[in-house]
């Protein structure tokens, strides 16, 4: 079992910017995959950015690319996500998710997902 929690999340004016964390506890010394997904109201989950076992492969949605990075501190078990230039359009609730599915990872299935944080709300105003 590995438990997720986030955090960072808050309003920011559109240009802003924020940094989001993923504290991940349990059975993190298995090699897994991670991502951030967002999800708003009425909408379905959406990935946002994914990031390999050894941080060297990532993955972003192509709304996000060139304004967010997603990163992996292993040594402390923590996920980030970077956002820079944030638009309204980027609010959500944001999730880290974690898989051991590295396979697939990558193509942003959250049925593919075993472990999801409880979320983190942001939100852009403009």
């Known amino acids: 079992q590995v438990q997720l929690v986030e955090s960072g999340g808050g309003s920011v004016q559109a240009g802003g910017s924020l940094r989001l964390s993923c504290a991940a506890s349990g059975s993190t010394s298995s090699p897994y995959c991670m991502a951030w997904f967002r999800q708003s109201p009425g909408k379905e989950r959406e990935g946002v950015a994914g990031?390999?076992?050894?941080?060297?492969?990532?993955y972003y949605h192509d709304s996000v690319k060139g304004r967010f990075t997603i990163s992996r501190d292993n040594a402390k078990a923590i996920l980030y996500l970077q956002m820079n230039s944030l638009k309204p359009e980027d609010s959500a609730t944001y999730y880290c998710a974690a898989t051991y599915s590295c396979a697939t990872f990558w193509r942003f299935w959250p049925r593919d997902y075993n472990y999801w944080g409880q979320g983190t709300q942001v939100t852009v105003s403009s």
């Open positions: 990031i390999g076992t050894g941080g060297g492969s990532t």
